[in-house]
């Protein structure tokens, strides 16, 4: 078991009670995930496919490294290792996503 | 052979204009094979001759010197041409540019003769637009369809409250000309589609994406991918910010393209919108500059491009990230053999993804 620190997106703050970090204990990234979704309702959902990985828009990282890159889930993690997890963003003050084109 | 003052005058079309005065430190970078022939030319045909003892004392074995230099070029009606220069106002005014030995005079040129087109004169679109055109970037072309609203004026420093209702474009037009009247601003009050993207990002030489929305994002990545031009890209969310440069073309390293690292946008409902989400009106200042920064960065060739880097700033904790972006070698758009698919219906894409 390894500890870790897990950065939140400020999109998913809401589902950790505004917290940016959350530190959890794993072996691989996709262990790490699924405690952090367990202890925080409704947010795997928006992170990961019902299959476990990661959806389309959203990228994890082990440190600087795209998982995808490395093994996926099974990533194995070290003491002290920050997962990011990163979703695509648009940008800035649009007022409605579907109609409008409003610019940043 | 002539100083530069002489060479401002003009000199054969395709010539190295070395000068006299720091040749022997100049031309083994300029002709490193000793063996090349080389035909030496000053004004009237002396500094040339013992320009050429020197060069051969240097290793230089097949030396020619111009018999009357280049005033006889000149009257014989042979080809020249006068190389750009900068002139005595626009020295002061970039004199700060001149100074940096990366920029200079031949850096200069280039920014006045470089073309960057604007997604967005919005919150990101504001402050590069602002800082490319002091930097002297000689044509802006800015893309908006949009109308200056009071809420903008938080963080779109090109609009002010005068210019409440009227169009974008025309705002920023009024503002960058302000500041640089040498700047050509170019205004296209259009909405991005696939219809009219070509059109609107050809010739430019860098575009810069301070777009809002996904459809947008998607748009400009594919015509970008297809046109080979370099995009520097930045997106913003409340204390968040993110910058990267897209350029699959890129000829020194190869990146990936906005699709290579998000196949598909989120779907409408993970996609938060940011008039309710917010977005500190200080942050797009922050990563609008990082776009302009590397815009310049590709205008001039310098330092390491944010290629294949995702820049990531955390206002909050005063921190910025780089995570690595990979290329994806099946991407449909970019990848290897990859054969362009074609526009697609992008708003659809958008809103029935996830």
């Known amino acids: 078991m390894s500890r870790v620190t897990v950065r939140i997106p400020t999109p998913l703050r809401p589902h950790t009670g505004g917290a940016d970090e959350v530190g959890l204990e794993g072996t691989t990234v996709g262990e790490v995930l699924q405690r952090l979704g367990a202890a925080h309702d409704g947010l795997l959902a928006r992170v990961l496919t019902a299959e476990g990985e990661p959806r389309q828009f959203v990228n994890i990282y082990l440190g600087s490294r795209n998982v995808r890159g490395l093994e996926g889930m099974a990533t194995r993690v070290s003491d002290g290792d920050v997962i990011s997890i990163v979703p695509a963003v648009a940008g800035g003050a649009h007022k409605s996503q579907r109609t409008s084109a409003r610019r940043a | 052979m002539r100083e530069a003052e ?3 005058q003009g000199s054969p079309v395709g010539a190295c204009r070395l000068g006299r005065g720091f040749l022997e430190l100049r031309i083994e970078e300029a002709v490193p094979d000793l063996d090349r022939p080389l035909v030496l030319m000053c004004g009237g045909g002396t500094r040339s001759l013992f320009a050429a003892e020197d060069l051969e004392r240097m290793g230089y074995h097949r030396l ?8 006889r070029w000149k009257a014989e009606g042979l080809p020249f041409d006068v190389p750009p220069r900068i002139d005595p106002n626009q020295r002061e005014r970039y004199s700060r540019h001149l100074a940096i030995p990366e920029v200079g005079e031949a850096g200069q040129i280039r920014l006045l003769n470089s073309k960057v087109l604007l997604i967005g004169a919005g919150g990101l679109g504001s402050p590069a637009a602002f800082y490319l055109a002091a930097a002297g970037v000689g044509t802006l072309g800015l893309v908006d369809h949009d109308v200056v609203d009071r809420s903008n004026l938080q963080r779109q420093i090109l609009h002010t409250d005068a210019r409440v209702g009227s169009s974008k474009v025309a705002s920023a037009r009024h503002t960058l000309e302000a500041l640089n009247p040498s700047v050509e601003v170019r205004t296209i009050e259009a909405r991005l589609a696939s219809e009219n993207v070509e059109e609107i990002l050809g010739g430019y030489d860098v575009v ?3 777009s809002d929305n996904f459809p947008t994002r998607y748009l400009v990545n594919d015509a970008c991918v297809k046109l080979g031009l370099p995009c520097a890209h930045g997106a913003v969310y409340r204390f968040e910010g993110q910058a990267t440069v897209f350029w699959p073309g890129y000829p020194k390293q190869r990146g990936p393209c906005y699709r290579c690292i998000y196949p598909e946008p989120p779907p409408a409902e993970l996609a938060p919108s940011c008039a309710e989400a917010g977005v500190l009106g200080v942050l797009p200042g922050v990563i609008g500059l990082i776009q302009a920064v590397e815009t310049i960065k590709l205008l001039l060739d310098l330092g390491e491009p944010l290629i294949g880097r995702l820049l990531c700033y955390d206002a909050l904790r005063g921190r910025f990230t780089e995570l690595e972006l990979a290329r994806n070698p099946q991407c449909a758009y ?18 029935r993804a996830g």
């Open chain 2, 64 to 71: 020619y010197s111009v018999v009357g230099g280049f005033a």
């Open chain 2, 334 to 351: 970019c990848g290897e053999h990859a054969i362009f698919p074609g526009y697609i219906d992008y708003e659809q894409f958008c809103s």
């Open chain 2, 6 to 8: 002489e060479i401002a």
């Open chain 2, 208 to 210: 810069v994406d301070g």
